[in-house]
T-cell receptor
Framework: DAGVTQSPTHLIKTRGQQVTLRCSPK?????VSWYQQALGQGPQFIFQ???????QRGNFPDRFSGHQFPNYSSELNVNALLLGDSALYLC?????????????FGPGTRLTVL | GNSVTQMEGPVTLSEEAFLTINCTYT??????LFWYVQYPGEGLQLLLK?????DKGSNKGFEATYRKETTSFHLEKGSVQVSDSAVYFC???????????????FGKGTKLSVKP
């Protein structure tokens, strides 16, 4: 049973560029959430996708956008990159409607903005 | 708003020592509570969870009890191993309007180092 997978593992970009990160949820899951984890901090919620729509959003600017595809996989896009966007980006999947809706995390994508 | 406060690290213990990592929370209603672990260079792994007051979550020798009266969810292990060295995150998940599950809110994490 494949867990949550993310690509790429590492990415280096320069300020002002745009980046796309990808996530495939755990088999059987239909909901994808994205988190940003700065160095030495806990993850911060960016947004959640279910049925191809953004359902919840954290306190992140519009430069952060996403998409969910019919196969439940998801992309996170960040435009006009800033140095402060350097972080580990984590994707988590879950099954909507399950009793606890527990989220399972992928290994993350390490983004470095120079 | 909802929040989680964890004891600050780092915590350094000798192998076979007793571990406690304190976690308290602020939330309306009855959130679900979680402990996640992050090994060096990896993503988060769910360690244990509890969904209602007095529930005890347990896994791999770790335990935590959901204490509504003290709004706490302290992580404990009776005898730590070198392989337990990692960062531990306490998290909560409240309910949104309408009853659906909200997003996870994490503490800042506690780094544990276990020496042989």
């Amino acid at each position: 049973d494949a867990g949550v997978t993310q690509s790429p593992t590492h990415l280096i970009k320069t300020r002002g560029q745009q980046v796309t990160l990808r996530c495939s949820p755990k088999s059987g899951h239909d909901t994808v959430s994205w988190y940003q984890q700065a160095l030495g901090q806990g993850p911060q919620f960016i947004f959640q996708y279910y049925e191809e729509e953004e359902r919840q959003r954290g306190n992140f600017p519009d430069r952060f956008s996403g998409h969910q595809f019919p196969n439940y996989s998801s992309e996170l896009n960040v435009n006009a990159l800033l140095l402060g966007d350097s972080a580990l980006y984590l994707c988590a999947s879950s099954l909507k409607g399950s009793r606890t809706d527990t989220q399972y995390f992928g290994p993350g994508t390490r983004l470095t903005v120079l | 708003g909802n929040s989680v406060t964890q004891m600050e690290g780092p915590v350094t213990l000798s192998e076979e020592a007793f571990l406690t990592i304190n976690c308290t929370y602020t939330a309306t209603g009855y959130p679900s509570l979680f402990w996640y672990v992050q090994y060096p260079g990896e993503g988060l792994q769910l360690l244990l969870k509890a969904t209602k007051a007095d529930d005890k979550g347990s896994n791999k020798g770790f335990e935590a009890t959901y204490r509504k009266e003290t709004t706490s969810f302290h992580l404990e292990k009776g005898s730590v191993q070198v392989s337990d060295s990692a960062v531990y995150f306490c998290a909560l998940r409240g309910l949104r309007y309408g009853g659906s599950q909200g997003n996870l809110i994490f503490g800042k994490g506690t780094k544990l180092s276990v020496k042989p």
